[in-house]
């Protein structure tokens, strides 16, 4: 079993930077694609980017395109979002999550996700 730990959320103002990691340790998870996802006050959790397992594709949200890159260091089990231009409506919990089977493709769909993080706050002020 994996276990999955975020950092680097926070308070930003609007327009500012973060960058988030996601730790993994357990097991590897470096034939896994993984996602970002996040969830907001009543709403549902939703996709935000993803990334392949051999880290060579990616897939954004259309919210946060352009804005938003993952990555991941597959020899330290890290995946990262690193977050510009931060806008008040990107205030959620973010999740980092693996698939639940190896060498699978991209999803974007949180089923299709069998391993997750506890989340890490992050609050854009306006």
């Known amino acids: 079993q994996v276990q999955l730990v975020e950092s680097g959320g926070g308070l930003v103002q609007a327009g500012g930077s973060l960058r988030l990691s996601c730790a993994a340790s357990g097991r590897t998870v470096s034939k896994y694609a993984m996602g970002w996802f996040r969830q907001a006050p009543g709403k549902e959790r939703e996709f935000v980017a993803a990334?392949?397992?051999?880290?060579?594709?990616?897939n954004y949200a259309d919210s946060v395109k352009g804005r938003f890159t993952v990555s991941r260091d597959n020899a330290k089990d890290t995946l990262y979002l690193e977050m510009n231009s931060l806008e008040p409506e990107d205030t959620a919990v973010y999740y980092c999550?693996?698939?639940?089977?190896?060498?699978?493709?991209?999803?974007?769909?949180?089923?299709?996700?069998?391993?997750w993080g506890q989340g890490t706050q992050v609050t854009v002020s306006s």
């Open positions: 990334i392949s397992w051999a880290g060579g594709s990616t």
């Open positions: 999550a693996a698939r639940s089977e190896a060498f699978r493709g991209m999803s974007y769909e949180v089923k299709d996700f069998g391993s």
